[in-house]
């Protein structure tokens, strides 16, 4: 995946279960939405499927991955290389006949 060229899908929560991002849900609501109530609600459901990260999903003509975002230490003039995680697809199960 050529991250520098993709697309933004925008900034999204995502659980990390063994290298890879199982589920994603975006931090963008409508206005009516009371958003502290959804960011807890989505967070508490995250963490039953496994760790929490915040980040950026990306989109390389239909290739997403999910890229954590670096914390305030790693912002600097030279950072750290991105963490990049693919975003689990259902048929990937069936690809490799196993269970994530």
């Known amino acids: 995946m050529d991250i520098a060229n993709s697309t933004s899908i925008g900034k999204h929560w995502a659980a990390i279960r063994n290298g890879v991002a199982v589920a994603v849900i975006p931090m963008t609501v409508p206005k009516d939405v009371d958003f502290e109530e959804y960011r807890r609600r989505a967070l508490s459901t995250l963490e039953l499927l496994g760790e929490v990260k915040t980040g950026e999903v990306l989109d390389d003509y239909g290739q997403r991955c ?24 259902p048929s990937d199960v069936y690809q490799t006949g196993g269970a994530i």
């Not at 999910?66 to 290389?81: D, G, Y």
């Open 66 to 89: 999910f890229v954590k975002r670096p914390n305030h230490a790693n912002r600097s003039t030279t950072p750290k290389p991105l963490t990049v995680f693919p975003i689990f697809q």
